[in-house]
């Protein structure tokens, strides 16, 4: 497989926006529609809903993580990317702990850990073991 | 009902993001990161059917989370 300069920085960097965006979008999500007591019925649910800023700035976030998953996976191996990302689980019980409140016991953490320990593995090998044409 | 919720979720996520691989690896590598060419390419990838159909599943997994 030929080495393509720039290639690792991009992908390094486009696989840290999806770590930070997709969990903090989905986050964002959660507190959002924690905000929003249960309406009587499905128009004025939709109403807070879009009407919620929490809940925006948490589509956005996770539009802009497909975005970066997208232009990763235009030249990186997806059974590279997907196992790499992984590691936005240390992210998600992070912000979960800090923004949600919620307690992450100690045999969460070390699950977390493991997924770590994999993801570590998976980032030592090729990004791409296919040929990749210029878009 | 919640072991049922996850394996859809797990499906239809991992053959989400499967749809967009290859809808993206049909593209060819982005190299140009200048907001004229990323729109071109976007105008490009819209036009897949693969993209569609791997964004539509990656909802459905986000409806079900």
């Known amino acids: 497989m030929t080495r393509v300069p720039g290639r690792h920085i991009k992908t390094f960097v486009s696989i840290l926006i ?16 924690q905000d929003i007591t249960v309406p009587a019925t499905w128009m004025a649910l939709a109403a807070h809903v879009l009407s919620s800023g929490t809940i925006w700035l948490g589509i956005a976030c996770l539009t802009g993580y497909v975005f970066a998953e997208m232009l990763v996976l235009s030249w990186a191996d997806y059974s590279y990317v997907q ?49 990749v044409r210029r878009a | ?21 290859r809808a993206m690896r049909s593209i060819g590598e982005v190299s140009d990161f200048h907001p004229s060419a990323l729109i071109h390419i ?20 986000l409806a079900s989370q």
Do not use: F, Q
Not at chain 1, 107 to 118: A, D, E, N, S
């Open chain 1, 18 to 33: 999806m770590i930070v965006l997709g969990p903090l979008g989905n986050v964002l999500l959660r507190k959002g529609m």
């Open chain 1, 83 to 131: 196992p790499v990302a992984a590691s936005a689980y240390g992210v998600a019980a992070v912000l979960g702990h800090v923004m949600l409140g919620e307690d992450v016991s100690r045999l969460r953490w070390l699950g977390i850990g493991v997924i770590c320990l994999g993801v570590l593995m998976v980032g030592r090998t090729s990004s791409r073991t296919t040929e």
């Open chain 2, 1 to 21: 009902m919640t072991p049922l919720v996850l394996l859809i979720a797990v499906i239809a996520g991992t053959s989400g993001e499967l749809c967009l691989a």
């Open chain 2, 42 to 61: 976007l105008a490009r990838v819209v036009g897949l059917p693969w993209v569609w159909l791997g964004l539509t599943r990656r909802s459905r997994e």
